[in-house]
């Protein structure tokens, strides 16, 4: 039972464009939310988180907006840049556990 | 500088022996966790333990076996008895009740 879900494996974007990288949940006790990147055969890198009381978080080129009704969030990469091209997942938190459901990660392509 | 130590980045063994992977961090984070990931799916849940002389199964624990007798070290034994352990293991920190989850460079694991 996938409760984090990531529909898109992968995603093509030019650099200087909006990359927009999709997340949806099933769990409504979900409650916090986190974006990781990830470069191939290194570990994950926490990019940016969300609280289920906001429904944005900004830091830098880096947005994400969390729909709590349509139990989906979004991270927004603008401008992409060619250094944005890796894996993104997206993880969420219940109940203030530290335990994390990840989603199945998205990859990211910048084309110069 | 703070970090957390995987070691080695690769190991092979033979089938029917048991491997321990390494885990190692000095940002005095109460809470490590080992994940496993494989081709196209996300991070899976191994085992986590939040204090020393404590760990839970996280959601794929079978074949597996952890200890934590110092907050700083957390090695994970991947026994004969897990069927497909050729994977990437990845083991991270946290601080207590933080969310965000920093990673080590991982372990590939190759059995033959």
């Known amino acids: 039972d996938q409760q984090v879900k990531q529909n898109s494996p992968s995603l093509s974007v030019q650099e200087g464009r909006i990359s927009i990288l999709n997340c949806d949940y099933t769990?409504?006790?979900?409650?916090?939310f986190l974006w990781y990147k990830k470069y191939p055969a290194e570990g994950p890198t926490f990019l940016i988180s969300i609280s289920s009381i906001k429904d944005k978080n900004e830091d830098g080129r880096f947005t994400v907006f969390l729909n709590k009704s349509a139990k989906h969030l979004s991270l927004h990469i603008v401008p992409s840049q060619p250094g944005d091209s890796a894996v993104y997942f997206c993880a969420a938190s219940a109940g203030g556990n530290e335990k994390l459901t990840f989603g199945t990660g998205t990859r990211l392509t910048i084309i110069p | 500088d703070g970090g957390i130590t995987q070691s080695p980045k690769y190991l092979f063994r033979k089938e029917g022996q048991n491997v321990t992977l390494s885990c190692e961090q000095n940002?005095?984070?109460?809470?490590m966790y080992w994940y496993r990931q494989d081709p196209g799916q996300g991070l899976r849940l191994i085992y986590y333990s939040q204090i020393v002389n404590d760990f839970q199964k996280g959601d794929i624990a079978e074949g597996y076996s952890v200890s934590r007798e110092k907050k700083e070290s957390f090695p994970l034994t991947v026994t004969s008895a897990q069927k497909n352990p050729t994977a990437f293991y990845l083991c991270?920190?946290?601080?207590?009740?933080?969310?965000?989850?920093?990673f080590g460079p991982g372990t590939r694991l190759t059995v033959t």
């Open positions: 991270a920190s946290s601080r207590a009740a933080f969310y965000e989850q920093y």
């Open positions: 940002l005095n984070h109460d809470a």
């Open positions: 769990n409504s006790m979900f409650d916090y």
